[in-house]
């Protein structure tokens, strides 16, 4: 698993999404095909296979393979969703919402409900403080939507 996120120029990070199994970054592809450099920082949770693809197969399999042009546009029309969802929730959802979607939005890609994080880690991801995080972590624990330990956050 391998999560993106967008980093400003103070080095501050924001959760954008997971990649999968047989998943491919659709910003390392436009990346890639305008010879521009990577907007996007992705960080290894865990082993990962990748396969890299010399850039002069992109647009070769593109007019000969109707099954990669395919999985092109779909990767592209996942992650712009996607992207769409994550603008909407900074833009009209409060952060307790955001903290509550990013939870889940893990526990999908984890195929878990379990988390070994901190507060800061979360915080550094929603580009917010780790108090702000702590106390929403607390009152989600309180409505029994979460249960806390050390370093670990398991979803309820």
Not at 96 to 118: P, V
Request: with cysteine; hydrophobic share 40%.
């Amino acid at each position: 698993m391998i999560k993106v996120l967008r980093q400003d120029a103070e080095g501050n990070d924001l959760f954008l999404y997971y990649l999968n199994p047989g998943e491919t970054c659709a910003m390392s592809l436009t990346c890639c095909m305008g010879y521009n450099k990577s907007q996007i920082k992705a960080v290894v949770e865990e082993d990962v296979e990748l396969i890299r693809l010399p850039l002069e197969f992109m647009d070769k399999w593109m007019s000969i393979y109707p099954t990669w042009k395919r999985f092109i546009a779909q990767s592209y029309s996942t992650r712009f969703q996607e992207l769409l969802l994550t603008i909407d929730s900074i833009a009209f959802a409060k952060l307790d919402e955001r903290l509550l979607n990013y939870l889940r939005t893990k526990s999908a890609a984890t195929k878990s409900t379990t988390f070994n994080l901190t507060h800061q880690e979360i915080a550094d991801e929603l580009n917010s403080k780790r108090e702000v995080i702590s106390r929403l972590l607390k009152q989600m624990e309180k409505l029994g939507q979460v249960k806390l330990g050390r370093n670990r956050i398991e979803l309820i």
